[in-house]
């Protein structure tokens, strides 16, 4: 594989210059800001998951500029990363299970996401977006099991499903829509990205600060 050849794969992008998204590339701010904001938000509890989500936005910015196979594998390796950091954060304290149980459902995404991808790449019009497809699907699956067990959490997950799949849009949006907005759409997907990242950042350490106060 040629790890350095040209990629042009979003609307904005007219060559292979560094700077041919200047907004996809620097719209990629937005998860630099939420990482700071929650940081400063989380008392100290979320801090792994705020420094994946800054670099989720480097890998991101760099490959908006360069614009190379190795930047995407720097693009989409944290946001991986984010997913099943997060995911084990859930099984442990959402479900108050062990290490080597969470790890073990964690584990159990790769394979998860395998199988559905390729489900959700049929539904028409999704195109490459199908592969971040299989992560509301489960987020929505833990809000509609944690709604009795942790109803304030559950409306928060949902919330979070709502910000991603309104993010998702944007990002399959990008190429159909640029003949009509030149810039494309997919500087959304970044904003929205950082929002909805970000605010399951705070889903997670409001319950986290909620079960630590009802445990005294």
């Known amino acids: 594989m040629d790890w350095?050849?040209?990629v042009d794969g979003y609307c904005e992008r007219l060559g292979p210059e560094f700077w041919a998204e200047p907004v996809n590339a620097v719209t990629n701010a937005a998860f630099v800001l939420a990482a700071l904001v929650m940081w400063r938000r989380t008392f100290g509890l979320g801090r792994v998951l705020c420094a994946i989500l800054a670099a989720i936005g480097i890998g991101s910015f760099l490959f908006h500029t360069f614009a190379q196979p190795w930047a995407g594998l720097a693009d989409v390796l944290p946001i991986l990363v984010y997913v099943l950091v997060y995911i084990y954060g859930a099984n442990r304290d959402?479900?108050?299970?062990?290490?080597?149980?969470?790890?073990a459902l964690t584990?159990?995404?790769?394979p998860y996401a395998a199988v559905t991808a390729p489900l959700f790449g049929m539904i028409p019009g999704l195109?490459?977006?199908s592969s971040y497809a299989p992560v509301p699907f489960l987020i929505a699956i833990y809000a509609a099991l944690l709604r009795n067990r942790a109803p304030g959490t559950a409306r928060g997950l949902a919330i979070g499903v709502a910000i991603l799949l309104a993010s998702m849009l944007a990002r399959t949006l990008?190429?159909?829509?640029?003949n009509v907005?030149?810039?494309?759409?997919?500087?959304?997907?970044?904003?929205?990205?950082?929002?909805?990242?970000?605010?399951?950042?705070?889903?997670?350490?409001?319950?986290?600060?909620?079960?630590?106060?009802?445990?005294?």
């Open 174 to 178: 990008d190429e159909p829509l640029c």
């Open 181 to 216: 907005i030149p810039l494309g759409t997919h500087f959304l997907w970044h904003v929205l990205n950082a929002v909805m990242l970000g605010w399951m950042i705070e889903v997670w350490t409001r319950h986290v600060l909620a079960a630590r106060g009802a445990g005294r």
């Open 127 to 129: 195109g490459g977006t």
């Open 107 to 110: 584990a159990l995404f790769i």
């Open 4 to 6: 350095t050849r040209a």
């Open 94 to 103: 959402f479900w108050g299970l062990g290490r080597w149980a969470s790890l």
